[in-house]
């Protein structure tokens, strides 16, 4: 009995193999792509918030920097949640501390890639340019100290500009929408 190459059952798991790599190589392509491209943030709300039981707000600007974006961020943080019911500057007993953080890394890293070769590993460092720039947000009860929501966020900045006050308004509504609003 003759046994053709391609119905032995090696080939066939070879076969398979080869289809279940291309199917990954595809899948991290489509991963990678999506990574590329800004992130949504990533947010916990406590499930105890209601938001009727908070009527104002402040601004707080935990980088301790100034600079035109600081000023355009309390500026958008303001505007975002007056249109959501809330009242800036209240002191009432349950008021709502918004404590923001903006990081901006424009530098250098080092990568160490290792290259698998016949005759053991090879390791390639090189230095990776790094333009990112990293939001995190804490909304903190005033009465109880305790964070009630936070969100945080990173983006590629390459080859970016300081956004218009307007483009920054619409992206912390992007960022706060899923924030509670008070009737």
């Not at 066939?12 to 999506?34: H, K, N, P, W």
């Not at 349950?94 to 290792?114: I, K, P, T």
């Amino acid at each position: 009995m003759t046994t053709l190459i391609n119905d032995h059952p090696s080939s066939r798991y070879s076969r398979g193999l080869r289809y279940g790599l291309l199917v990954l190589i595809i899948f991290q392509a489509v991963v990678s792509g999506c990574a590329t491209r800004e992130l949504l943030p990533a947010v916990v709300i406590s499930p105890n918030i209601s938001a009727s039981e908070y009527s104002g707000f402040t601004v707080e600007n935990a980088s301790q920097r100034d600079g035109e974006i600081y000023a355009m961020l309390n500026v958008g943080i303001n505007k975002v949640f007056t249109e959501k019911g809330y009242r800036p500057g209240v002191n009432s007993k349950r008021d709502l501390r918004v404590r923001y953080l903006l990081l901006v890394d424009r530098g250098q890293r080092l990568v160490e890639q290792v290259i698998p070769t016949g005759k053991g590993d090879v390791t390639r460092h090189y230095m990776e340019a790094v333009n990112e720039a990293r939001f995190l947000v804490n909304v903190v009860d005033t009465a109880t100290n305790e964070v009630v929501w936070k969100a945080s966020t990173i983006k590629d900045i390459s080859g970016k500009s300081l956004p218009s006050q307007e483009e920054l308004e619409e992206r912390l509504a992007e960022f706060f929408d899923s924030f509670p609003t008070r009737n």
